[in-house]
């Protein structure tokens, strides 16, 4: 079990929840991780176009630290490091899955359009 340097106190699950979820790449590092599997950081990276790898790193620290993501880092020249999916980030995941078409709806509502993720890489910029 990971050991989190956020413990609480928490009015709520959802308070907890948001509390590991916190942070505008997160959701979107669960994401990628979830539909294309194990990734290497420079993958994770183009799939997530406008995160900083700043940004990226500390995520990824987070949610490894909050046992989300796994790292597996291989001792070989260059350095390959991979990223995974925990039981614990499918289960968050999961969790999630209803706010997609949540989210979808709301779009549609406000009229707001949905971007690819090539066009996602100059709008966020």
């Known amino acids: 079990m990971a050991t989190s340097a956020r413990r609480g106190p928490y009015f709520c699950g959802i308070d907890a929840a948001m509390d590991v979820v916190a942070g505008k790449w997160k959701c979107l590092i669960l994401w990628e991780l979830h539909n294309y599997g194990?990734?290497?950081?420079?993958?994770?990276?183009r799939g997530l176009p406008g995160v900083?790898?700043?940004?990226?790193i500390q995520h990824l620290r987070e949610m490894e630290e909050d046992g989300l993501v796994h790292r597996e880092v291989y001792r070989e020249v260059p350095p390959k490091v991979e990223y995974s999916l925990t039981e614990h980030g499918v289960s968050l995941n999961a969790a999630l899955a209803l706010l997609g078409p949540w989210g979808t709806e709301r779009m549609r509502r406000i009229g707001a359009e949905k971007v690819s993720v090539d066009v996602a890489a100059t709008v966020r910029r």
């Open 38 to 45: 194990t990734r290497r950081f420079g993958e994770l990276r």
């Open 52 to 56: 900083s790898e700043k940004m990226l």
